[in-house]
């Protein structure tokens, strides 16, 4: 069973991809006896970078408790939609007139397949997969922790999102395109409709309308599973630097997400080290514009656990970068102060 998912979101750029590893990291470290997932949602995907292994798009292990992956949402939402969509597609050839043309139903092969479905659905399926423990290829099953570094604000929310209206949005997406085949076929006259009546197989299409009804609660049901467990162990961790667009996006993800899961710390990333602002101007300078922010976020967020890291003068790469910045940011915090914060 997850015991918790730390979900990781902010601007691009703040260093959302080097917390989630390095939390990553130091989780494992103090909960041995945890299996710890990290995995990532950027379209650029980094964490290979980050631990200096080929990751990719199989859970790939890390060390002994600890496992990561880059996920291609194409191949999950194949797996996940095939058997819908090839029932969708059916029953679209079913139809009088669109079933007897032959460039319809190429058209309707080549063009309703995994590949058209929006990415933010995509990854919403993948998500969905993976908390589930569905055909993951994985021996180790179900992971107790999961961290995951999610996209910027808008694309985090759809992550959210969409698993509590999934059907909807699936039925949605289907119907479009079936009115996108009434278009196509829309100047062929009534009585060409007449001849090919004959040939209409309404008991067909209505058992597979059934069917597909079916399919479409399935997938209700399991994004309100999805949704119940976000809400009960999910916690959110807003990652932040110092200056104004960053910590605008914060507000932004905070108000956003609210409905969806709990806001339960946040991280000030890339802070000048004060033995350096002393020492040189540009930093001196820098820092000034950094304690401003820092002192709005404190404010704004003071309700909440908040982390601070300063830059490191090397980057935080392969199992040991990530450790440093893992002490960094956490200290000797234990792993119930990192899991479940208190400001």
Not at 168 to 189: C, E, G, H, Q, T
Not at 199 to 225: A, N, Q, W
């Amino acid at each position: 069973m997850i015991e918790k998912i730390l979900v990781f979101g902010g601007k691009g750029g703040v260093g959302k991809s080097s917390i989630s590893a390095a939390t990553a990291v130091a989780l494992s470290d103090l909960l041995p006896n945890k299996r710890i997932l990290i995995l990532s949602f950027d379209i650029a995907h980094n964490l290979s970078d980050l631990f200096a292994c080929e990751i990719g798009n199989k859970i790939t292990p890390l060390k002994t408790n600890l496992w990561g992956i880059e996920p291609d949402p194409n191949e999950y939402a194949e797996r996940y939609t095939k058997n819908l969509i090839d029932k969708m597609k059916q029953l679209m050839k079913e139809m009088p007139v669109i079933g007897k043309l032959p460039q319809i139903e190429k058209h309707i092969d080549e063009t309703f397949t995994s590949d058209s479905i929006p990415l933010a659905l995509k990854n919403a399926m993948f998500f969905q997969q993976i908390l589930n423990a569905e055909n993951l290829d994985s021996p180790e099953g179900q992971f107790d922790l999961i961290i995951a570094d999610f996209p910027p604000t808008g694309n985090m929310v759809a992550l959210f999102e969409i698993p509590e209206d999934q059907a909807k949005v699936m039925l949605k997406y289907s119907l479009n395109f079936y009115n996108s085949i009434k278009d196509a076929i829309r100047n062929f006259s009534k009585m060409f409709r007449k001849i090919l009546k004959p040939f209409d197989d309404y008991e067909k299409r209505k058992e597979l309308g059934k069917e597909i009804i079916s399919m479409m609660v399935e997938l209700e049901k399991r994004g309100e599973r999805i949704t119940d467990l976000i809400h009960s162990v999910g916690s959110l961790r807003l990652v932040s630097i110092a200056e104004k667009p960053s910590f605008e996006e914060i507000k932004r993800a905070r108000d956003l997400t609210r409905k969806y899961i709990t806001l339960e710390g946040a991280h000030i990333n890339l802070l000048i080290p004060m033995k350096h602002a002393k020492k040189c101007d540009f930093c001196g300078k820098v820092s000034t514009i950094q304690q401003k922010y820092l002192y709005d976020i404190r404010n704004e967020f003071h309700s909440l656990k908040i982390w601070e890291s300063d830059r490191l003068k090397e980057e935080p790469i392969g199992m040991e970068g990530l450790r440093k910045l893992g002490r960094e940011i956490y200290g000797d915090t234990s792993a119930d102060g990192i899991l479940n914060p208190h400001p």
